[in-house]
C-alpha cells in the first residue's frame, strides 16, 4: 500500500500486528521514505542501524498522516514521539522544546526575546523549528522597529531613566533606548504594536522593499549589498516556518514548581496523606463517530508520560460524553479494584457536576470506594468535590487550582490530540 502514499510532507507510523505505534518518523515525500525501509537493495543495519532492522521484523502496516509543510511535520512528530513513546525511536523522547518568539506585552516597555521558558501572559509567536535562523531574524526585525531586547526592568515612573546610559544598539540604530528615556512610551508601544501587526501579516510591504532594494543593488554592481537584502529576504520569510501556540502546544514549557500548589491541595480536600499521583481524564468526539478517552497521570505535580493512555470508546454509540467517561473509567479501575494496579491519590475529571456524577456511577458499578474525586469545569473553572454539596471558587492566583488547571487541560490536550489525527486518518490503537 505504500506506492498510495501521498508524495507530500508528512508521518509516518509503523505498526505491529495488533496496531501498537514501533516508530513515527517524518519526511518531505512520504511514499518515497516509507518505501525506503523496504528496498531490496536497502542496507538498513548499515545506513539505520540494528535497532531498525529489529524494528521492521516487527511491522505488520505502515500508515500516514500527511501534513501541508514540512514544519507542520517537525512539530507534529515531536508531539508525538512525546505522548506515544514509541519503543524504537530514540530522538525526541527528552523535554527538549521549540523556541517561542515573547513580547512581554504586560510590561510598560515590551522586550522581544527568543525563549523556551516564557513568561506568563506575554504574546507568543511560535513554536519555531529553528532556533538559529530565528536568532539572525530577530537581529533584522530590531534594525525595523528598534525594540529593546535587554532584561532591564524598565518603568515609566522612574526618573532616573534621564541620567542612564543607553547600550551600544542605540548608537547603532537598533534600539530606542527607553532605559534613558529617549522615547516615550505611547511611541514606544506603537513600535511594539507595529511589530506585532508585521508577525502576524503576510509581510508583503516589507518584502517588497527588500527585492527592490536587492535589484538595485545588482544593477549596480553592489554583489555584496544585493546578498545582505536576499539573507533577509530569506531570514523574513522563514518567519512562517513555525507553528501556532494553540495547535503545537508543549506543556512542558509552561511547568512551574508545584510543590507549594501540592500542600494547598492536601489542605483544600482535607486529606491525612500527601496528593502525590493525580490522574485526569477527558472526552473528546467528532460528531458521536469517533470517540477517544485520555488519561494523563502526574506524579509530585510533573507529567508522567509513560503513564498516559487513550481509549477509543467500544461500547456507546451516538453522542454522550457521560457513558463514554463511565466507560473509560471502568476500563482504567477495574484493575486496580480487584487489587492488581496501584490507585491514584486523586481523581481529576474535566467538566462539571454531570461529569462528576457520571464518574461516582462508575465507582459504584465497581463496588469500591473511589480514590479523592473532583472535576473542574472550563468556563466558571469551579471545583465540584464528591461528597460535598457546594463547590469550591478558588482565586485565579490560586497555586492549587492552577495544579489541577494544568492537569485538566494536559488531559483535554491529549485527547484533543487524538481527535484530531482521527479526523484525518484513523491512527489510533489502544
Known amino acids: 500500500m505504500i506506492h ?7 508521518l509516518y507510523f509503523m505498526k505491529d500486528a ?3 505505534v514501533l516508530y513515527i518518523g517524518k519526511a518531505a515525500n512520504l511514499r518515497s521514505r516509507a518505501a525506503s525501509y523496504f528496498q531490496p537493495s536497502a542496507d538498513i543495519e548499515s545506513t539505520r542501524g540494528p535497532k531498525i532492522v529489529e524494528m521492521l521484523k516487527k511491522v505488520a502496516e505502515v500508515d500516514y498522516l500527511e501534513t501541508e509543510t514540512d514544519v507542520d511535520a517537525l512539530l507534529q512528530e515531536a508531539r508525538l514521539i512525546k505522548d506515544i513513546r514509541p519503543p524504537y525511536n530514540s530522538d525526541l523522547t527528552d523535554d527538549k522544546s521549540f523556541p517561542y518568539l515573547e513580547i512581554t506585552t504586560r510590561d510598560d516597555y515590551p522586550g522581544v526575546y527568543i525563549t523556551r521558558q516564557p513568561k506568563a501572559n506575554s504574546k507568543l509567536f511560535g513554536p519555531f523549528a529553528g532556533v538559529s535562523d530565528l536568532r539572525s531574524t530577530l537581529v533584522v526585525m530590531q534594525k525595523i522597529f528598534k525594540f529593546r531586547t535587554c532584561g532591564l526592568d524598565i518603568k515609566e515612573a522612574d526618573d532616573k531613566r534621564r541620567f542612564f546610559r543607553p547600550c551600544i544598539l542605540y548608537s547603532i540604530k537598533q534600539c530606542t533606548a527607553p532605559c534613558a528615556a529617549y522615547i516615550s512610551k505611547p511611541d514606544y ?3 511594539i504594536a507595529d511589530l506585532i501587526k508585521f508577525l502576524n501579516s503576510k509581510r508583503t510591504t516589507v518584502l ?3 527585492h527592490k532594494q536587492m535589484e538595485e543593488a545588482a544593477k549596480a554592481t553592489d554583489y555584496e549589498t544585493a546578498a545582505m537584502y536576499r539573507d533577509r529576504i530569506r531570514l523574513i520569510e522563514n518567519l512562517d516556518k513555525r507553528g501556532s501556540v494553540e495547535e503545537n502546544v508543549q506543556p512542558e514549557v509552561f511547568y512551574t514548581d508545584p510543590t507549594d500548589a501540592l500542600v494547598k491541595l492536601q489542605k483544600l480536600l482535607n486529606s491525612g496523606n500527601q496528593i502525590r499521583i493525580i490522574e485526569g481524564f477527558d472526552i473528546a468526539h467528532i460528531g458521536g463517530s469517533e470517540t477517544v478517552g485520555s488519561l494523563v497521570r502526574f506524579i509530585d505535580g510533573k507529567p508522567f508520560k509513560a503513564g498516559y493512555r487513550r481509549y477509543k470508546i467500544k461500547t456507546v454509540t451516538g453522542i454522550d460524553d457521560y457513558a463514554c467517561l463511565k466507560e473509560v473509567l471502568l476500563r482504567r479501575f477495574y484493575h486496580a479494584s480487584v487489587g492488581e494496579e496501584l490507585w491514584p491519590d486523586l481523581v481529576l475529571i474535566d467538566g462539571g457536576l454531570g461529569q462528576l456524577h457520571a464518574a461516582e456511577d462508575a465507582f459504584k458499578e465497581l463496588k469500591v470506594t473511589p480514590p479523592r474525586l473532583v472535576s473542574l469545569a472550563k468556563k466558571e473553572e469551579i471545583i465540584f468535590v464528591s461528597g460535598k454539596d457546594e463547590p469550591l471558587k478558588l482565586p485565579s492566583n490560586n497555586t492549587a487550582k492552577k495544579l489541577l488547571q494544568y492537569v485538566r487541560d494536559e488531559s483535554h490536550r491529549f485527547a484533543q490530540h487524538y481527535h484530531h489525527i ?4 484513523k491512527l489510533l490503537n489502544e
Open 189 to 191: 508601544r506603537k513600535s
Open 18 to 20: 495488533s496496531g501498537t
Open 208 to 210: 517588497r522593499d527588500l
Open 4 to 10: 498510495q502514499f501521498p508524495t507530500g510532507p508528512g
Open 422 to 425: 482521527l479526523r484525518r486518518k
